[in-house]
């Protein structure tokens, strides 16, 4: 089982080398099939980064209210709702989660996701949050808490 990540390559306006290259799910922003990213990233050496550069990372729980298909997706995904509590709000994605999850077994689960990303357009969706998972040869198992927590809750 590995966990997939997205490379980040170093741009002017976030300096730091927390901001080169950040562990996270691709699965949920990818073009194409997250699996297609693997070779890419088994050749990108591991790179240390602070205590300080990891605590810049928002990364709250949050409950999925709605599940739709991204209809305009040329890779299977999911449009997921999601409640990250009073402050955050709710929020928008796109995911490609669809070998695992049905609109049934996603509505009501609470998930993991990066929440200071800048929004990006993912087949015609606002994509505001990056949901976070693990990657194995099955598809993407979702990262989340084995126990409720509030809606918001910050991961440390």
């Not at 980064?49 to 299977?76: C, D, W, Y």
């Not at 040869?137 to 991961?155: C, F, H, I, T, Y």
Request: aromatic letters at 6%; hydrophobic letters at 45%; a negative charge.
């Amino acid at each position: 089982m590995q966990i997939v990540a997205q490379a980040y390559l170093p741009r002017e306006d976030f300096p730091g080398a927390g901001s080169q290259i950040l562990a996270g799910l691709v699965a949920a922003i990818c073009r194409s099939s997250p699996f297609q990213h693997i070779n890419a990233i088994q050749g990108l050496m591991m790179e240390t980064i602070t205590l300080e550069e990891f605590q810049r990372m928002q990364i709250h729980t949050g409950t999925v209210l709605s599940v739709n298909p991204n209809e305009k997706a040329r890779v299977s995904a999911w449009v997921l709702e999601i409640d990250f509590g009073l402050d955050l709000g709710i929020k928008t994605t796109s995911a490609q989660l669809t070998d695992l999850y049905t609109p049934g077994n996603l509505v009501g689960t609470q998930v993991v996701a990066v929440m200071n990303f800048p929004p990006i357009r993912i087949a015609g969706v606002k994509s505001e949050v990056l949901v976070l998972g693990v990657l194995d040869s099955k598809g993407v198992v979702l990262l989340r808490p084995d126990q409720k927590v509030e809606n918001g809750a910050r991961v440390a």
